[in-house]
């Protein structure tokens, strides 16, 4: 024993369960009773886990497939415990406010362009730098079609920023609720995968809080960098599409109790769960490849140069570094200079156009456009319930 590194003991102790995985993350402040790292979505996860056992997957995306809109009666051909879990689930909390959601939809059509980027190369590429999601995206059957799996994720946030999302003509219930599913899947499938268990430091995946750690990932950082930006936002916009996010992640599981009040306390979680956490894998390095290798495949106006920088000046040098994105200086001159400037051209605070104004709005437009199209993908790419892990 004495032989042992610190680091064999405890791998030795977690894969003993006798030290609990949650020791590699921090610890939640401000959560009474219950902890996040160590609550998932028994019901549906034991629901999901007899459908994958039992080989009906196929059947059930099968029967799921037609089912889109969120005033869609529930397909026929559903197992009755699916179908009766759904009937329980598909619908908004009743703490729902539905003017704010239509405010936040306004939002979103108001602000798309900045919205498209910062989802797309901020929150997509830093989703790499998220170990515990890196592992389990690469590992689970999605990781090894990323074109694929980046189009079913547009599909999600497609349909959340849609102006309808959450009335009864929107998708957004339906799809929030098939990607539950998926995650219900997911739960018991990486478990079974010897190279998942080779580098994981939980026994479960994508608990409630890896939810919020993604949720800060997104809807948290876009927030704060649109304020950073200074992109005005009256305070009803931000508490809106605040709200828009908490109907989201209450939609994917989340219990309401462990969910942000607040802009002000999402950012005091995400300082405490998502910061300290980021770190480069060899399996987040290869999907951040992917990602912008696909990104590349497009005519964005721009060079793979200036996409790299715009990367590293939307998340940070030391994640450009991570991730082996090489410098290209008078780009990010170019964009630290003159993004700020366009920015405050196109929202009415300067009299004439900055240098540099047509190659950001040709970028910025051409990102919209393979975010409208859903990714590469020509049609809608529909969310399905996977039945393996990642080959190897
Ligand atoms: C699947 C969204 C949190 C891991 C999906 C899908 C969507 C989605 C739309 C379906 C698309 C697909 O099948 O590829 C979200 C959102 C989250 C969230 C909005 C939080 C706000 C997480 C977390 C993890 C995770 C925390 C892991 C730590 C996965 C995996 C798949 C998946 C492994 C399946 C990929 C496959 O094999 O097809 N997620 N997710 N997700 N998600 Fe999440």
Redesign the pocket.
Known sequence: MSNLSRRNVLSLGVALGLVSAASAVPAWASTDGADPWWVWDDEVDRLVAGLVDGGRVPAVNTALRSWTDNDDPLPSGLPDDLDGWLRRVNRLPSWADPAKLRRAADFNRRKDTYLFLLYGLGSGIMSTVIP??AR??YW????AAMQD?AA??F??GYDLSEAGAFEPSGQFVV?ANK?RL??AA?RHL?PQSPHWRAVADERI??SNG??L???HS?GTFVHRKLREWHVPMSAADEDAFLHQWQV??HL?GVRDEFIPQTWAAADAQSAQVLTPLLAPTPEGKELAADLLGLTAQIDLGVTRGFLNEFVRYVLSNEVGDWLGLPRDYAAATLIRTGWPAYIAFREGLLPIAPAGFFLFDQFIRALAMLFLNKGTSPTSTP??I?TGNRPG
Not at 140 to 143: N, R
Request: positive net charge; aromatic residues 6%.
């Open positions: 515990r999601e389990s995206v689970s059957a999605g990781g799996r079913k994720t599909t999600f799809t990607t998926v995650h997911v990486l995946p994508i890896d939810i750690v993604t949720f997104l989201a992640i994917l969310i399905t996977p």
